[in-house]
């Protein structure tokens, strides 16, 4: 089991920045890849961002390149999302998940993800 915990969600302004952070616990051995996925109400489910636990490649979606950093710390098993210029639109609850299966590749499927926080709010206001 692993269990993640979020923290660092906040109301900002547009073209603040903020940084998410992901503390993981448990059998931290067995992660392959931490990701990043934000949810509005309403609307479905979203890939962020996700890392390489061992390798620290990372793959980010789209909408948040360029803006977005996700990075990690084995020594601390903590993740990361520092998010710049942010964007009303940015605007979800920020879920923290962790993959144990697929050591070779980063997904950007969510139901592959074994593991999920509790969500951090970030509001962004214009």
């Known amino acids: 089991q692993v269990q993640l915990v979020e923290s660092g969600g906040r109301l900002v302004q547009a073209g603040d920045s903020l940084r998410l952070s992901c503390a993981a616990s448990?059998?931290?051995?067995?992660?392959?890849?931490m990701a990043w996925f934000r949810q509005d109400p309403g609307k479905e489910r979203e890939f962020v961002a996700a890392i390489n636990w061992s390798r620290g490649n990372s793959y980010y979606a789209d909408s948040v390149k360029g803006r977005f950093t996700i990075s990690r710390d084995n020594a601390k098993n903590t993740v990361d999302l520092q998010m710049n210029s942010l964007k009303p639109e940015d605007t979800a609850v920020y879920y923290c998940a962790a993959e144990t299966n697929n050591p070779w590749m980063i997904t950007t499927n969510g139901p592959e993800y074994d593991y999920w926080g509790q969500g951090a709010q970030v509001t962004v206001s214009s």
């Open positions: 448990g059998r931290t051995d067995s992660i392959y890849s």
